[in-house]
């Protein structure tokens, strides 16, 4: 078996099992500890019927991706695999650590903000915006600092499209933070529907894994190659979470499993030098929260304007929009995977072309 299908396989497997064996029981833990999800009050009228459902489910997926990166470090100092000659560390990987890191972090911020939500102070619900944003941006802050210091010399501050420099120095440190709390918020914008998220996390991560282990050359010497696994096993824990989340859903990721894929992805691809490949395979999640940016500031320049505001789309993010547009939900989760699949295939199509 070649190394690099070793390096796909086992961390999805094990990343699949891991969330399937522990989904059951973690849905049954939320029941029990009253983590339900909240309706909006300005949501479509046919989410009322979720209100109720278990949620913070991102803790299957953060499970899952725990058990495949371990799985395939642990079994990397086993010579009955044969995985000899991957590169993988015989130790704890540096760079597999940091992103765990930063991710658990976001999830961390996730969770808080789901049982803010639930329990809500001085009838607030969730983390305030500004607060968050802050929490955010110091974690990505912190990451890149730790990039900066961990590897000075070997990993170069550039960002590249078509073989040329487009940013490079300080202002690719800047980019950086901007493009791990965007593509965050971005992840956690588009988990609004049952299975979309998860789906186009699955179809990203194929994507990458694709690009990235399968064409000549998309393997960077500046990255251990143990990083590689982190994506199999986020796609593998994605997959069993859609088992318990399809419509109707059982569970919901919530912000603990938006916020931590949300900040693993980016995290994964400024490490790989891959950041412009992750913007184009992840554009249905770009769209859909940029939806939501350009709602806002829309209606914020005509009411300052005009006094009275107006609005784009009958609800953003513009998924909302298609299901007040009479689409059924499995309808928008559908169409919204196919345009992600596209999204896919041009990623890749500009991969082979080392476009990105």
């Given at each position: ?67 495949g ?28 650590a ?12 996730g969770?808080v ?61 800047f ?28 179809i ?15 393997v ?20 069993a ?12 990721m919530?912000d ?58 009958k ?42």
């Amino acid at each position: 078996m070649r190394g690099e299908t070793v390096l796909i396989v086992l961390p999805f497997a094990a990343a699949f099992i891991a969330s399937v064996a522990f989904g059951p029981g973690v849905i049954a833990m939320l029941k029990r500890r009253g983590a339900r999800q909240v309706i909006s009050e300005d949501g479509p009228e046919s989410h009322r019927a979720k209100e109720g459902t278990p949620t913070m489910g991102g803790l299957i997926i953060i499970a899952g991706v725990l058990a495949g990166v371990l799985t395939t470090l642990f079994a990397s100092r086993s010579s009955s695999l044969n995985v000899a000659g991957l590169g993988l560390a015989s130790s704890w990987c540096p760079d597999v650590a940091a992103v765990l890191l930063l991710t658990l972090a976001y999830a961390t911020v996730g969770m808080v903000d789901d049982y803010l939500t639930m329990r809500p102070v001085r009838g607030v619900r969730g983390i305030a915006s500004r607060p968050k944003a802050a929490v955010q941006t110091l974690l990505a802050v912190a990451f890149v600092i730790w990039l900066a210091l961990h590897r000075p010399g070997e990993f170069l501050p550039v960002l590249m499209v078509g073989g040329q420099t487009v940013l490079g120095g300080i202002p690719y440190w800047f980019f950086s933070v901007l493009y791990i709390v965007g593509m965050a918020n971005f992840i956690n914008i588009t988990d609004g529907l049952d299975g979309l998220a998860s789906g186009l996390t699955i179809i990203a991560c194929s994507a990458l894994i694709a690009c990235l282990l399968l064409l000549p050359g998309g393997v960077r010497s500046e990255c251990d190659l143990a990083l590689f696994a982190l994506l199999p096993a986020i796609a593998g824990a994605c997959l069993a979470f859609l088992w318990f989340n399809a419509n109707p859903a059982k569970v919901f990721m919530g912000d603990t499993g938006s916020m931590a894929i949300g900040a693993a992805l980016p995290a994964i691809a400024i490490l790989m030098h891959r950041e412009v490949l992750m913007i184009v395979v992840g554009l249905v999640f770009v769209l859909d929260g940029l939806s939501s940016a350009i709602q806002w500031a829309v209606f914020k320049y005509t009411r300052i304007t005009t006094g009275a505001g107006r609005r784009i789309f009958k609800k953003s993010p513009v998924h909302h929009h298609f299901e007040l547009s009479n689409w059924p939900e499995q309808t928008v989760v559908v169409r919204f995977w196919i345009m992600g699949a596209v999204a896919a295939l041009i990623g890749f199509a500009g991969a082979v072309w080392r476009l990105w």
